[in-house]
């Protein structure tokens, strides 16, 4: 008894094992891959696949067999993956099962569906509940704002569907809610109806919401559809959908066979009617579908109208000229034809136009195929021909030919080449397409020619980025105002992304040195210190400025340096010159026309190494300045300079103290200075200390006008109503109150002794590089005295010439009554002098004394006899050694 | 060791002082540079070694003028006029001398 017992024990344990190995082989054979295998309350699969023609189509993770009977599976994860051959087109005529087949009862929950590698749509991970029993079917769907129940009764072949949530789950960019319901049969053909409501429907960005309402019914493959909207739908950018009438399509599997819809899209640039419907089917033979319709384009921007009709599955486009947005036009003046299927080709002779460019093309054809691919349904196209292009745009003449393909699949074909010509500016762009074939897309352009009288020589290198585009400018040009050298050079790395240009920073444009004119230019070099944003509203980032300063024989300006920071249309700048302890700061905005305006300000100390090229030397002293500047076509100017503390040198002639304000206007090269209340100066020191001497000043910088001069001098004063330099006249310059002892001690020690004061006028006339005196006299204001102390040269004087000594007595002690003094002196240096002394010597018994005195000479033949003149001679002497 | 490297200095200034005169007259010769009525140099044919040149020149020139001004009590563009004459003078046939109306002329 027990061994029978044992071995029907043992036949059971052999037969479960041959089952459970004839499962293993049958799912093994069915393409189930299985791994982790375990136990816990049943069996458990840490992960397993189901594997189609080498592919994954659905991958299960955490799976539970919680019962064998109903069969009862807990799963976490399960993903479904689309496994159709990568671009096999789908069948029209696949055959559609009869129905669900015959299966045991089972109940399968899964935690996470994920369906986005079957369906391309954002749909949500869902968790899921399939039920089987008695071969009814039910499936519970829910995701966050998303629920879907479904029923299928085998036995009777009724199937039914309810679905809501809202339309963020499916569309991401959307809002409103959906409710989808449907019921129909399934035993055999399939049938049924179906009705989407979408309520409160919307962009998100919009406001505006309407419902839209539409129903299906099916039977096989024929299929009606119609839909409506109960308002007009607000669509992204101010575009909005209405529908005069209901959309109405009716088909056969992918075929239309009627059709019929009156839609309008309404945006800023006009409005888009689209009315279209099938001919009446008793006006064609049965199983052709054709009708006809009109696309019409109304509008500030849009314009033209397409009259368009299908037949036998192959839709026609009437000849047609389209006025399209941002100056777009397009053109045919052929009938398209264009074949209704998921694969073909038509020819395409095309006009397009922009601005005032036209792009013609030759050959032109586009073949396209619908296929799905990694679980989407991707249109594969391709545009073949060729392309001519002419044109005006922006002034310039524009020519360019290409012949290729672009596609899909990318470019191929011939380099694009393109010229540009406008009067003696000519640029020729040649771009290779080789690299463009497939992504990431980048190619190298080049660009050769003249713009603006600059030889220009470049090229932009693009490719593709995870961003959006980059690559590195190189551009070199001579600039024309360079007789030598002034090689301009840029290298800087972009990248395009929203719209937006940016320079990488450390992106550079320099320029050699060179030679303008006389002046030898130091290199000057730009330099981004950060990125460099370009976009519609201007340019954005800062720059450093680097420039080695200029030389030219008589002149030197020192290294320069600063900073340019850029923001939309706004400016500001800064530039240093540190050898000068000077500094600019300017800033500035673009105008409305095209112009610009801006204030400055500057600040610099007066140093000696700013006379390198003038006359004069600054010893000391303060500038600054603020003022308006402002460019429309040319440079206008306006500010005030306040000149304090400061002291120059013109070799022995020196000025202490200066100080003022001094108002300029410059005007497209024209400038005038005018001081504002006056210009003050301690002390001029020509040989004769000038004290205190104010005037005020006006000039062109060619001709300069000194007002109101007035100074303290030797004990009494000068003034001058005006003096002009250059002029062409005498002006007259009034001396009075002149102390003589202080005359006298302009010598030490002073070789005679003399009191009283004395005064006159001096005409002057200041020419460019030359001094006049004309008919200057000078006369006693008082009573003078002379007295010639004895010394040893007054006695050797009177020794050598008895006529002199007899003199020298009469005047040794003189009370002079009468002065009287002219002089005058040309051009070229000759001076003449005439005095006229009249009085008493008291210590001779008041004897009358009339003395006369002439003289003539010439002052700058004088001064070249001097000694100078041997050092002037040692100086060009040893400067050849 | 000292003397020796203050030998070596010494030689390579004068050397290098008799390589600028050398420069300088080469570039009078060259017509590079010419003498000027107001006492500097004037660059005829602009390359940048003349400008270079004449700059420094001009710049010894400059402190020598202002220094015989102070001395003398005249102002610096008054000796530097008299110097122009005498540069002019003595300018040797063939070099380039600047007239009063701004032409550059061979001497």
């Known amino acids: 008894m027990l061994r029978r017992w044992a071995y029907g024990l043992l036949l059971l344990l052999a037969t479960m094992l041959l089952l459970i190995l004839v499962a293993v082989g049958w799912a093994y054979g069915a393409g189930v891959r299985v791994s982790e295998p375990g136990w816990q309350q049943g069996l458990t699969l840490g992960q397993w696949r189901l594997i189609r023609d080498n592919c994954v189509a659905v991958r299960g993770t955490d799976l539970t067999l919680e019962d064998v009977w109903p069969l009862k599976i807990k799963q976490r994860l399960l993903a479904v993956y689309d496994c159709r051959a990568g671009n096999a087109p789908e069948s029209s005529s696949e055959s559609f099962p009869d129905g669900l087949p015959w299966t045991p009862p089972f109940d399968l929950q899964v935690a996470e569906l994920d369906l986005s590698g079957l369906i391309d749509s954002p749909l949500p991970v869902m968790a899921m509940q399939l039920h089987q029993q008695e071969q009814h079917w039910q499936l519970q769907a829910s995701a966050p704002q998303a629920a879907l129940q479904a029923q299928y009764q085998r036995a009777q072949g009724h199937w039914m569907i309810n679905s809501e949530g809202a339309l963020s789950t499916v569309l991401p960019d959307w809002q409103g809610q959906w409710q989808l319901h449907g019921e129909g049969s399934w035993q055999g053909e399939p049938d049924g109806k179906i009705r989407l409501d979408m309520l409160s429907a919307g962009p998100a960005t919009q406001s505006q919401r309407a419902d839209l309402t539409a129903q299906a019914h099916f039977q096989g493959a024929d299929w009606q559809l119609q839909a409506d909207l109960a308002q007009p739908l607000a669509l992204n950018n101010d575009w909005q959908l209405t529908a005069a009438e209901p959309l109405a399509v009716a088909g056969s599997g992918v075929a239309l066979v009627q059709a019929s819809a009156a839609l309008q899209l309404a945006g800023p640039p006009g409005k888009v009617t689209l009315q279209a419907h099938s001919d009446s089917e008793a006006t064609i033979p049965a199983g052709l579908e054709q009708g006809r319709g009109t696309l019409r384009l109304q509008g500030d921007s849009l314009g033209g109208q397409v009259d368009f009709h299908w037949q036998d599955r192959v839709l026609v486009l009437e000849p047609a000229s389209l006025s399209l947005p941002q100056n777009l036009t397009a053109q045919w003046q052929e009938p398209l034809q264009i074949p209704m299927a998921r694969s073909g080709r038509t020819d395409l002779p095309l006009r397009l136009g922009y601005d005032g460019l036209n792009i013609k093309t030759g050959s032109s054809q586009v073949r396209w195929q619908l296929a799905a691919a990694e679980g989407a349904s991707q249109v594969d196209w391709q545009w073949a021909g060729d392309l001519v292009l002419r044109g005006q745009w922006q002034g310039y003449q524009v020519q360019g030919e290409w012949q290729g393909a672009v596609g899909s699949h990318g470019l191929e074909g011939d380099p694009i080449r393109l010229t540009a010509r406008q009067g003696n500016d000519r640029l020729a762009f040649l771009m290779p397409v080789s690299t463009l074939q497939q992504a990431p897309y980048g190619a190298e352009a080049k660009v050769t020619g003249n713009m603006s009288g600059y030889p220009l020589d470049g090229t932009l290198a693009f490719a593709q980025s995870d961003v959006g585009w980059a690559g590195t400018l190189q551009a070199s040009t001579t600039l024309p105002q360079f007789e030598r050298g002034g090689q301009v050079t840029v290298k800087a790395p972009w990248s395009l992304a929203d719209g937006t240009v940016s320079m990488a920073a450390g992106s550079q444009a320099s320029i050699s040195e060179g030679l303008i004119g006389q002046a030898l230019i130091r290199p000057v070099s730009l330099r981004a210190t950060g990125p460099l944003q370009i976009n519609g509203q201007g340019i954005t980032g800062t720059v450093a400025i680097h420039g080695g300063g200029l030389l030219a024989a008589r002149w030197r300006l020192p290294p320069i340096s600063g900073t340019a920071t850029m923001k939309g249309e706004q400016v500001q700048g800064r530039l240093t010159v540190s050898e000068w302890q000077s500094e600019l700061r300017a800033n500035g905005a673009l105008g409305k026309n095209g112009g610009a305006s801006g204030t400055l300000t500057m600040r610099s100390a007066l140093v000696p190494a700013m006379g390198v090229g003038l006359d004069a030397t600054p010893r000391q002293g303060q500038l600054e300045g603020k003022g308006r500047w402002q460019w429309r076509q040319t440079l206008k100017a306006s500010g005030d300079i306040t000149l304090t503390g400061a002291d120059l040198d013109w070799g022995s002639v020196t000025a202490r103290g200066a100080a003022g304000v001094i108002h300029g206007e410059y005007n497209n090269g024209d400038v005038q200075l005018s001081s504002t209340g006056p210009v003050t100066v301690d002390t001029l020191d020509i040989g004769t200390p000038i004290t205190d001497l104010t005037l005020t000043v006006n000039s062109d910088l060619s001709q300069w006008q000194f007002t109101d001069v007035r100074a303290d001098l030797l004990g009494g004063y000068l003034r001058s109503p005006a003096l002009d330099w250059p002029s062409a006249r005498p002006q007259p310059v009034v001396i009075s109150r002149i102390d003589l002892a202080q005359v006298a001690a302009l010598q030490n020690p002073p070789p005679v002794s003399l009191s009283g004061r004395i005064g006159g006028y001096v005409p002057l006339q200041l020419g460019a590089d030359f001094l006049t005196i004309e008919e200057g006299r000078l006369a006693n204001e008082e009573p003078l005295s002379l007295i010639i102390p004895a010394s040893s040269s007054v006695q050797a004087m009177a020794d050598s010439n008895q006529a002199v000594k007899l003199a020298l007595d009469s005047l040794s002690s003189l009370l002079i009554s009468d002065f009287q003094a002219r002089m005058a002196m040309d051009k070229v240096g000759w001076l003449d002098a005439a005095i006229t002394i009249k009085g008493i010597n008291p210590q001779r018994k008041n004897l009358p004394v009339v003395f006369n005195y002439t003289h003539r000479e010439n002052v700058l033949a004088l001064m070249r006899s001097l000694r100078i003149g041997d050092e002037i001679t040692e100086q060009l002497r040893t400067e050849n050694r | ?107």
């Open chain 2, 1 to 107: 060791m000292k003397i020796v490297k203050t030998m070596i200095a010494t030689l390579t200034l004068l050397l290098s002082m008799a390589a600028f005169a050398l420069d300088l007259d080469a570039a009078k010769s060259q017509g590079l540079v010419g003498e000027q009525t107001d006492g500097y140099l004037g660059v005829v044919k602009a390359t940048p070694a003349a400008v270079e040149l004449a700059a420094e020149i001009n710049q010894k020139r400059r402190d020598a003028y202002e220094r015989i001004a102070k001395q003398n009590g005249i102002t610096l563009d008054q000796v530097a006029r008299l110097a122009g004459q005498k540069a002019i003078d003595k300018t040797a046939t063939g070099q380039y001398v600047k007239t009063p109306d701004g032409q550059w002329v061979e001497k």
